[in-house]
């Protein structure tokens, strides 16, 4: 498969955003008028997938995450989170990576063809030497289910500390885990972490695919709202 993304900026959007959600209206004649994507599509392109670029303004107004983290954890109970900052802790790493291949199948594609991908201990542990290689802070929050010790739920996000902006990445929460408000309350102590050791970020960008509305929910509660699109477009080769 080959695939290119057109980005888009937010002049001709339409967003309604509030606790329970974003919307976006506009998109589909955006994507009519566009000469990038008329000019993919002649050449067998399709679009497969939208994503929303959504963007948070730091630090997040007094009292929002502790109130909506004492929502999250009403509903997460059995659960504690955990956060990590430039390493995980050997005896996680299996199931990071085994909760980090899911994000290729668990994860919303739209009409896009997503190959399964392979992790292991080892390419997590490599995966974030690079990011320290490359002068980054890389800080991953997780769920834990107390009971049984799995690794429930996580998020990660990265950032220079010579920089006020930080890149929200994969979050997820495994199938098994899912209805207790995990995906919330990782994302909240993760914002908390990050405000604590880097006071002077002012931005946190992140991104989500259109049909994923229970994470643009999430995101919307946090505060973050549409600063653009993209479309995701594939052909076969």
Do not use: C
């Not at 339409?14 to 329970?20: L, P, Q």
């Not at 000469?35 to 929002?64: C, H, K």
């Not at 890389?138 to 990660?156: D, K, P, R, S």
Request: charged share 25%.
């Amino acid at each position: 498969m080959a695939s290119v993304e057109v980005l888009f900026g937010d002049e001709s959007l339409e967003v309604a955003s509030n606790n329970e959600g974003i919307a976006v209206s506009g998109v589909d004649s955006i994507l009519a008028d566009s000469p990038s994507v008329q000019w993919a599509m002649r050449r067998g392109f399709t679009v497969g997938q939208i994503l929303y670029v959504l963007s948070l303004d730091l630090p997040v107004p007094e009292g929002v995450l502790e109130r909506l983290a004492d929502d999250a954890r009403g509903k997460a109970q059995g659960y504690r989170t955990h956060v990590w900052v430039d390493a995980i802790p050997e005896r996680w790493l299996e199931p990071y990576a085994r909760l980090k291949a899911r994000m290729a199948t668990d994860a919303p594609a739209g009409g896009l063809e997503v190959e399964k991908a392979q992790w292991d201990a080892e390419k997590v542990a490599s995966v974030i030497r690079s990011y320290l290689n490359f002068g980054l802070r890389f800080q991953v929050t997780v769920a834990e289910h107390i009971a049984t010790g799995e690794l429930a739920a996580f998020t990660e996000l990265s950032y220079e500390l010579t920089d006020k902006t930080i890149v929200q990445r994969d979050t997820i929460v495994d199938p098994r885990h899912r209805g207790h408000r995990l995906g919330a309350l990782i994302k909240i102590a993760s914002l908390e972490q990050v405000e604590h050791d880097h006071p002077s970020a002012r931005h946190v960008w992140t991104w989500n695919a259109e049909e994923n509305t229970h994470m643009l929910a999430i995101n919307a509660e946090l505060g973050f709202t549409v600063s653009r699109f993209s479309a995701e477009m594939q052909k076969r080769v």
